[in-house]
Antibody, heavy 119, light 110 residues
């Protein structure tokens, strides 16, 4: 059974870069050509927001509202994928989730990690 | 890409049925049968309940059902139970090759 686990700093300074990693266990990140790996976030008291997705080939799709600040990468040797969000502000404070995309749906999710942007 | 519109809250008594709507446009909900629904208990990982408008993943109770008409998708929970109290989000693939979530609905079991 595939499991996902987010990790990274819980506190990021304003104007800095938020960096998170999602470790995939119980299966290979490259196991299916149709599978994409996503990041989703939820600011406190607000709804879910799709940040973007990456394929094990390295192809990406990003939310246009964040595209200028987002970079995603995949490390097949470590069976993990990552999110970098630059020039962060307090508005980027959120619980960040990684999720497995399987045919236009997310069927496996990480538990989420809270990232606070504050000086 | 604007968020899909959901009612902020829906409530019902145990055993009743409730329906949550999810309204988008012809560029998302109306244009694709790629609407999915997620149950989210605070502090936990979201859980897939319905995919491709009306399909249930293995292990999801048949009390959960989905449908779509035009630009509006709906999630119905029948035989409401206390454990169904949670936030629910719809999501749709869009013509921009990205995904959009709904605004979220808090379900309260009275």
């Amino acid at each position: 059974q595939v499991q996902l686990q987010e990790s990274g700093p819980g506190l990021v300074r304003p104007s800095g870069t938020l960096s998170l990693t999602c470790a995939v266990s119980g299966g290979s990140i490259s196991s299916s050509s149709g599978r994409w790996w996503s990041w989703v976030r939820q600011p406190p008291g607000k709804g879910l927001e799709w940040i973007g997705e990456i394929h094990h080939s390295g192809s990406t799709n990003y939310n246009p509202s964040l595209e200028s600040r987002v970079t995603m990468s995949v490390d097949k040797s470590k069976n993990q994928f990552s999110l970098n969000l630059s020039s962060v502000t307090a508005a980027d404070t959120a619980v960040y989730y990684c999720a497995r995309g399987e045919g236009y749906k997310w069927d496996v999710w990480g538990q989420g990690t809270l990232v606070t942007v504050s000086s | 890409q604007s968020a899909l519109t959901q009612p902020a809250s829906v409530s019902g008594s145990p055993g009743q049925s409730i329906t949550i709507s999810c309204t988008g446009t012809s560029s998302d909900v109306g244009g694709y049968n790629y609407v999915s629904w997620y149950q989210h208990h605070p502090g936990k990982a979201p859980k897939l309940k319905i995919y491709e408008v009306s399909n249930r993943p293995s292990g999801v109770s048949n009390r959960f059902s989905g449908s779509k008409s035009g630009n509006t998708a709906s999630l119905t929970i029948s035989g409401l139970q206390a454990e169904d109290e949670a936030d629910y989000y719809c999501s749709s693939y869009t013509s921009s090759s990205i995904y959009v979530f709904g605004t979220g609905t808090k379900v309260t079991v009275l």
